[in-house]
């Protein structure tokens, strides 16, 4: 049986220009070598598979070829290749130094290509510095690594840096295509494209996956079997879940979901992905942006048509609540409530529910028509009046000030506020004179609150409704009850109790001055004034502008509002302070010479 070679050694780049999606690189080495410009120490960096050791080994190749008739001579023996992951000690170091001394047989340059050079340790790198930046005329270092940040400063000042780039899904889709050709392989111009976006940048492990799709699948790439073989979700899943979003089907969506799990995709992947298709549907939405969807011709088509029935408010919405979610995950003890949680969020973006149309006025004029009452609002120039206008044959028992305040109390304060001032005035009819001493009856101006508050009128609020029956019943005006402030007693252990709280707390604020000066002596208490003595004028400022706090905090713990805070300068007033261990001891002595006595038998220290 044939030996298999796995495509990417078999399709690995001979020269610069079958290198792919990094042009700026390769152009530049090509440009050094014509022009003798090649530096003696050279570092590649970039992410796996980007084509690092690639460029290397045709640079090693390339500089010796001049003069050389064979084109297709390797010059084998003038490439070293080490592994800095394995031999990244300080005497692999050296033996390679030593190797570096002798010159090569033939060609002009011997190259030594280190691999994953971060992976030297410190040591080895401080023995590698003098010969990297002076090396002999005939030896060109090339150092690979992916973590460019690993490496000590001064290796990187003695180098000259090329940054390879991740090869973007296109470049990578079209090698592809060209390798399924070469091998007689049919595909799906979305199968090479899914490969290319799970390769993630990665030329090397796109190359491996169609390997391994292609024992899947035979000679021929459909999208279905990639995305079955790759366990990926395709974009259609995706256009499919936003379907059954801006339709509100929740309990579609919740069973879509329950599939998708149980393929064995994670939630957490899923979630990632709809706020990823969200930004790509955004992303078509204008012409000038399509360049940034990534997709194949098909999808774009597919991205187009979704793209049309959503709005713009619905994807940022959406794009939100999914990025919350996917922040969430991992900290989530319950993961598949949380994202079908989300989904309902989604589904109830654009829907409105039993929302009911308010009317463009509250309270339509014919609801105030009682026997011969009518209310109108007109408008005379810029002000704004409301209308009343009673019949001659009505009998009132209430003047007609009492209709007018009514009328206020009707309005509803969310939407319209009539108030009678400057700019709104009360009109009525000249008969208002005949009938300004003459009675209504109550049972009318009930009858007008009970049509004001019929149901039919939708933004009417029972709270206005409360309050204008409560003003029938108070009888026209509103008893304001007093309030009566608690004055209980209290003793001056409370006093200091609390006193010495509040100083503490401001302590915790870091309002230490304010604290001292609360603690600077003890406060005198009678009956329910306080009276604190400070020694000069200047702690009396100093304290009075927290006094409205202290008294506001003592009134409410000690439930008495009759406390007031005198505060009394007294230069001659003598301040707390702690007493030390010495002094302490010296002062149980005098009330108890025996003590003395007890610590010399015992040879007790303080």
Same mark, same amino acid.
């Given at each position: 049986m044939e030996e298999f070679v796995v495509s990417a050694r078999k399709y690995r780049p001979q020269t610069f220009k079958d290198v792919v999606g990094q042009k700026a690189i390769t152009n530049t080495l090509l440009n050094a070598i014509e022009t003798n410009h090649v530096a003696s120490a050279l570092l590649f960096t970039g992410p796996r598979g980007v084509g690092k050791t690639t460029c290397a080994r045709i640079l090693a190749r390339k500089i010796n070829q001049p003069g050389y008739d064979d084109p297709t001579e390797d010059f084998a023996f003038n490439v070293f290749e080490l592994d800095a992951a394995s031999n990244n000690s300080v005497d692999d170091i050296r033996s390679l130094i030593d190797q +570096?001394?002798?010159?090569?047989?033939?060609?002009?340059?011997?190259?030594?290509?280190?691999?994953?050079?971060?992976?030297?340790?410190?040591?080895?790198?401080?023995?590698?510095?003098?010969?990297?930046?002076?090396?002999?005329?005939?030896?060109?270092?090339?150092?690979?690594?992916?973590?460019?940040?690993?490496?000590?400063?001064?290796?990187? /000042?003695?180098?000259?840096?090329?940054?390879?780039?991740?090869i973007t899904v296109k470049d990578a889709k079209e090698h592809l295509a060209d390798v399924a050709k070469s091998q007689g392989v049919s595909f799906e111009d979305d199968a090479l494209h899914i490969i290319a976006q799970k390769a993630d940048g990665a030329m090397r492990d796109a190359l491996s996956i169609f390997d391994r799709v292609v024992s899947f699948c035979g000679n021929n790439l459909t999208r279905q079997a990639v995305t079955e073989n790759l366990n990926v979700l395709d974009y259609e899943t995706y256009i499919n879940i936003t379907d059954l979003l801006l339709e509100n089907k929740i309990p579609k969506l919740l069973l879509a979901y329950n599939e998708i799990l149980s393929k064995g995709f994670d939630g957490h992947y899923?979630?990632?992905?709809?706020?990823?298709?969200?930004?790509?549907?955004?992303?078509?939405?204008?012409?000038?942006?399509?360049?940034?969807?990534?997709?194949?011709?098909?999808?774009?088509?597919?991205?187009?048509?979704?793209?049309?029935?959503?709005?713009?408010?619905?994807?940022?919405?959406?794009?939100?609540?999914?990025?919350?979610?996917?922040?969430?995950?991992?900290?989530?003890?319950?993961?598949?409530?949380?994202?079908?949680?989300?989904?309902?969020?989604?589904?109830?973006?654009?829907?409105?529910?039993?929302?009911?149309? +308010?009317?463009?006025?509250?309270?339509?004029?014919?609801?105030?028509?009682?026997?011969n009452y009518s209310i109108t609002d007109k408008t005379i120039g810029e002000k704004s009046v409301v209308?009343?206008?009673?019949?001659?044959?009505?009998?009132?028992?209430?003047?007609?000030?009492?209709?007018?305040?009514?009328?206020? +109390?009707?309005?509803?304060?969310?939407?319209?506020?009539?108030?009678?001032?400057?700019?709104?005035?009360?009109?009525?009819?000249?008969?208002?004179?005949?009938?300004?001493?003459?009675?209504?009856?109550?049972?009318?101006?009930?009858?007008?609150?009970?049509?004001?508050?019929?149901?039919?009128?939708?933004?009417?609020?029972?709270?206005?409704?409360?309050?204008?029956?409560?003003?029938?019943?108070?009888?026209?005006?509103?008893?304001?009850?007093?309030?009566?402030?608690?004055?209980?007693?209290?003793?001056?252990?409370?006093?200091?109790?609390?006193?010495?709280?509040?100083?503490?707390?401001?302590?915790?604020?870091?309002?230490?001055?304010?604290? /001292?000066?609360?603690?600077?002596?003890?406060?005198?208490?009678?009956?329910?004034?306080?009276?604190?003595?400070?020694?000069?004028?200047?702690?009396?400022?100093?304290?009075?502008?927290?006094?409205?706090?202290?008294?506001?905090?003592?009134?409410?713990?000690?439930?008495?509002?009759?406390?007031?805070?005198? +505060?009394?300068?007294?230069?001659?007033?003598s301040t707390k302070k702690a007493f030390t261990v010495q002094e302490k001891y010296n002062r149980l002595s005098e009330k108890n010479p025996n003590l003395d006595l007890l610590r010399k038998i015992f040879e007790l220290d303080l």
């Open positions: +570096v001394r002798i010159p090569p047989q033939t060609g002009q340059y011997k190259v030594y290509i280190i691999d994953e050079v971060h992976m030297l340790s410190p040591s080895a790198f401080n023995a590698f510095l003098k010969t990297l930046e002076e090396p002999p005329k005939h030896a060109i270092f090339i150092l690979a690594t992916t973590e460019k940040h690993k490496i000590i400063p001064t290796i990187l /000042s003695r180098c000259q840096i090329f940054d390879f780039k991740r899923f979630i990632a992905g709809l706020a990823s298709h969200f930004r790509d549907l955004l992303v078509s939405k204008t012409p000038s942006t399509l360049l940034l969807l990534e997709v194949g011709e098909q999808a774009q088509q597919l991205y187009g048509n979704q793209s049309q029935k959503t709005t713009q408010e619905f994807l940022l919405k959406g794009i939100e609540i999914a990025n919350d979610c996917d922040l969430k995950y991992k900290v989530s003890q319950n993961q598949r409530l949380l994202v079908e949680l989300c989904l309902m969020q989604l589904a109830s973006i654009t829907f409105d529910g039993e929302k009911k149309k +308010v009317e463009s006025y509250i309270i339509p004029p014919t609801h105030f028509k009682i026997a209308e009343l206008e009673v019949k001659p044959e009505i009998t009132p028992e209430v003047p007609i000030e009492v209709v007018s305040e009514l009328i206020e +109390v009707i309005e509803i304060k969310e939407e319209i506020e009539i108030i009678i001032s400057d700019d709104i005035e009360i009109e009525t009819s000249p008969i208002e004179n005949k009938i300004e001493e003459e009675p209504i009856e109550k049972n009318d101006l009930l009858a007008l609150i009970d049509i004001a508050s019929e149901p039919k009128v939708s933004a009417f609020s029972l709270a206005s409704i409360k309050a204008k029956r409560e003003l029938l019943e108070a009888g026209k005006s509103i008893v304001k009850e007093e309030v009566h402030l608690p004055t209980e007693d209290f003793n001056e252990t409370d006093m200091l109790l609390y006193w010495n709280k509040y100083a503490q707390r401001l302590g915790d604020k870091g309002y230490k001055i304010m604290e /001292s000066l609360l603690l600077i002596n003890d406060p005198i208490l009678k009956g329910s004034s306080i009276t604190l003595e400070l020694p000069n004028q200047g702690s009396k400022i100093d304290f009075e502008t927290e006094m409205d706090g202290l008294l506001g905090y003592l009134k409410g713990h000690l439930h008495n509002h009759n406390i007031t805070i005198e +505060v009394i300068v007294n230069e001659k007033v």
